[in-house]
């Protein structure tokens, strides 16, 4: 949704009617995970993409028919390997696909939720009794819904909200999808060394905010981090009690001086980010440990940290280790959540 929000922002502000199609399941190779989502217009605008460009004409299509009609439609597209370039799926995979009008008025309380960095999960009826089609629900982040399927709906939206993963899950006779739209994922990185630069840089490119805290004036400033969405000049304590963290936030802490690292993880693991990370050796780590044991930190909090920081790529360079710092991220934020951590080691 994040992708195609400011098209529909604009086409709804203009009055046009707006198709929206919505990858609501995904199978072997397809390209674009559920939840991608690709819309259109009447006059032939287009944003986004269900299947980075292999069934996209058939989707603008049943679009239009939907503008015309008002009806939704799910779309099913499943191939082999040997007959997939006849439908444009070109690595083979299948995947279905929602269509559907564009209401202005329940999408108004979920653009808003996206712009204010809160997360919400919109649940949709996909298939059932006609009358039932293409109904929806939208549980937001402070626990108000909008719209409304029933109790079985708001349950399934609640649980994966909570989890943080979009689905398709059944529902009496009907099927819905949950499509949970989180916050833009944001880095926060203590330490202001050189592996920072790097890695500002990379968590930029994969649309990551970045926000760079660093006492110390010669390693946190304007200059070193011309990129950074932020640049916070206190300890890292007092910055991270103060910086909204929630399920999208990823800590990397980069010191390697107990003075900053120690309260920085203190903070950080006791915090809902869905990532704390830690920069030192094995042994570093063991004595880490002890002093955050001996600070009141219980094990199933240590348990989170991941340290070493990174993936073992063996690489050394700050570009090489910032690359493995990011790729165990990325890795992090895709595993399903469990209790509302993403704590899986990679």
């Given at each position: 949704?994040?992708?195609?929000?400011?098209?529909?922002?604009?086409?709804?502000?203009?009055?046009?009617?707006?198709?929206?199609?919505?990858?609501?399941?995904?199978?072997?190779?397809?390209?674009?995970?559920?939840?991608?989502?690709?819309?259109?217009?009447?006059?032939?605008?287009?944003?986004?993409?269900?299947?980075?460009?292999?069934?996209?004409?058939?989707?603008?299509?049943?679009?239009?028919?939907?503008?015309?009609?008002?009806?939704?439609?799910?779309?099913?597209?499943?191939?082999?390997?040997?007959?997939?370039?006849?439908?444009?799926?070109?690595?083979?995979?299948?995947?279905d696909v929602f269509v559907e009008r564009l209401d202005p008025a329940f999408f108004e309380p979920v653009r808003r939720a996206i712009r204010e960095e809160r997360a919400a999960a919109v649940a949709t009826v996909i298939q059932g009794p006609p009358d039932q089609l293409g109904r929806k629900l939208a549980?937001?982040?402070?626990?108000?819904?909008?719209?409304?399927?029933?109790?079985?709906?708001?349950?399934?939206?609640?649980?994966?909200?909570?989890?943080?993963?979009?689905?398709?899950?059944?529902?009496?006779?009907?099927?819905?999808?949950?499509?949970?739209?989180?916050?833009?994922?944001?880095?926060?990185?203590?330490?202001?060394?050189?592996i920072a630069i790097a890695l500002v840089s990379l968590a930029n490119t994969l649309g990551f905010r970045t926000v760079v805290v660093d006492p110390r004036e010669s390693f946190g400033n304007r200059k070193r981090f011309p990129h950074a969405d932020e640049i916070v000049s206190e300890w890292p304590d007092t910055a991270l009690s103060r910086i909204g963290i929630n399920g999208s936030t990823a800590i990397a802490v980069l010191t390697h001086d107990p003075k900053l690292d120690d309260p920085a993880l203190t903070a950080a693991l006791r915090s809902p980010a869905f990532y704390v990370g830690a920069l030192g050796s094995r042994r570093t780590q063991e004595k880490r440990h002890a002093r955050l044991r001996e600070a009141g930190l219980e094990e199933d909090v240590l348990s989170r940290l991941y340290a070493p920081i990174g993936l073992p790529l063996g690489g050394r360079s700050p570009e090489e280790i910032a690359l493995s710092v990011m790729a165990q991220i990325v890795a992090a934020r895709n595993q399903p959540a469990r209790n509302g951590v993403r704590s899986l080691k990679v």
């Amino acid at each position: 949704m994040r992708d195609i929000l400011d098209d529909l922002e604009r086409w709804s502000s203009e009055g046009r009617p707006v198709a929206v199609a919505t990858v609501v399941e995904a199978w072997g190779s397809a390209p674009r995970p559920p939840g991608g989502k690709m819309a259109l217009t009447a006059d032939g605008k287009i944003a986004g993409s269900v299947s980075a460009g292999c069934v996209e004409n058939a989707v603008v299509e049943a679009g239009a028919q939907t503008l015309a009609t008002g009806q939704p439609r799910l779309l099913h597209f499943g191939v082999s390997d040997d007959t997939a370039w006849s439908v444009g799926l070109a690595c083979g995979g299948s995947i279905d696909v929602f269509v559907e009008r564009l209401d202005p008025a329940f999408f108004e309380p979920v653009r808003r939720a996206i712009r204010e960095e809160r997360a919400a999960a919109v649940a949709t009826v996909i298939q059932g009794p006609p009358d039932q089609l293409g109904r929806k629900l939208a549980l937001l982040e402070d626990g108000t819904v909008v719209g409304s399927i029933d109790d079985a709906a708001l349950a399934a939206a609640r649980a994966a909200l909570s989890e943080g993963s979009s689905r398709r899950v059944a529902s009496g006779a009907s099927e819905l999808f949950i499509d949970v739209l989180r916050p833009s994922p944001l880095l926060i990185i203590v330490g202001g060394v050189h592996i920072a630069i790097a890695l500002v840089s990379l968590a930029n490119t994969l649309g990551f905010r970045t926000v760079v805290v660093d006492p110390r004036e010669s390693f946190g400033n304007r200059k070193r981090f011309p990129h950074a969405d932020e640049i916070v000049s206190e300890w890292p304590d007092t910055a991270l009690s103060r910086i909204g963290i929630n399920g999208s936030t990823a800590i990397a802490v980069l010191t390697h001086d107990p003075k900053l690292d120690d309260p920085a993880l203190t903070a950080a693991l006791r915090s809902p980010a869905f990532y704390v990370g830690a920069l030192g050796s094995r042994r570093t780590q063991e004595k880490r440990h002890a002093r955050l044991r001996e600070a009141g930190l219980e094990e199933d909090v240590l348990s989170r940290l991941y340290a070493p920081i990174g993936l073992p790529l063996g690489g050394r360079s700050p570009e090489e280790i910032a690359l493995s710092v990011m790729a165990q991220i990325v890795a992090a934020r895709n595993q399903p959540a469990r209790n509302g951590v993403r704590s899986l080691k990679v």
